[in-house]
């Protein structure tokens, strides 16, 4: 057990999770490698929600409140670290679950389906019986009704050809990636610099709070989004912690 | 099977190596995340050898030659990705191997000294018979002969309280480690912020390059030598690259 008061709880308490979903058959050896990588830059943007980010969540409500048909898509790490937060955004923005792995076997897909089912959740795309265009068989393998005829889809963890083929079929693609230049982070039409435990919460949060607001309303809060000047500002981000994690530690080494 | 031609192809393979260490049980599953952590900041310095981390390998290589009792500490990760050229070190600079693990299992302890031999490792210390102070019983353990006594030790990929202890304990500590932010990289007297599967032969070859000097000339080698210095050039490396590979992505996107 991992005491409450350790410095690194949050993180070690995530780790968990991860180790707990690979044990279950939930998450792939790979999605432990991603998790690695994932605290690496969740380390460097200094393991909170910037500012930055914050507004990327905010833009990635108001947008799955103007979709017409929007869809969450849900991976092995989103599965293991946040199925009920997930679960929770859905209902609150009215978006079916889908299972999309990258890594995809079909015993894992039915775990997670289960898994999902068992917390709550009721609304689910569980057909295979369409494909990505532009990617190999396997990893293009979607529900027609789901993430193939989606006009917005949130994809935490997503990989950048995905990521792409999405954006190239003329979806609204609102990624969560902690690594502000990976292919997915530089594709995808709003980017979410944040650990996917803070942003889907953050996600939620906001869509209650524009939930109320007229179609108008929500676009207004849409137009002018920079996405490129979302992803500069994290970097600024990783740039003065690099600098200021530096300094401290010499100040006051451990 | 991964194309050579894949531009990800050195990253992939040490991936797979590392997963294929879990499949013999040589790796821990914690292993995985540090991999993945370590990809991160490999990516961040460039995948390169940067001119820093050139010159801690030659301090490295300087410091195990100088040692009257060198030991090169292998865990989990390191049997897996370069068991090969850790021997081949330890032949080169007259280092006995000795493993050390921060997940330790006598299990594991024993199949890694098995695969160690197996590749044709003639050195190793096995005793676990003494304790380092200051940190908790099984990772405290080591071989009174091995690292207990000695003078120098190599430890690629070690964690902070260790890395604190050994030097706490007065040896110099050259330390592998590819985050130099992290409490191993700031407490070492040598750290090189270069993958393990780069350093350990870039350290070799500068052994075999300083291996005809005289004692006097390899104490002038090591002079004035500053760790700070050292990090502080990654850190400049991260900034300069984030900045670069963010403009390069946007001038010629995937």
Redesign the interface.
Known sequence: MIPKSHPRFVSLMT?EL??EG?KNGITS??G??????????D?LIGEKSTDGALAAEKIAAAELLLARRPVISVNGNAAALVPGELIRLGEIVNAPLEVNLFHRTQERVDKIIKHLHSLGAQNLYTKSDALITGIEHERAKVDSDGIFSADVVLVPLED?DRC?ALVDMGKTVIAIDL???S?TA??ATVTIVDNIIRAVPNISKFAGELKGLRKEELQEVVMGYDN?KT??LA?DE??TN??S??AN??IS??
């Open positions: 780790r991860i180790i690979v050896t790979q432990l490698i991603a998790q690695g990588r994932g605290e690496a830059f380390y950048g792409k690594n502000p230049l292919r530089q594709g490129k992803l500069s970097i990783v740039k690099l600098d994690f530096f530690r010499y080494p451990q």
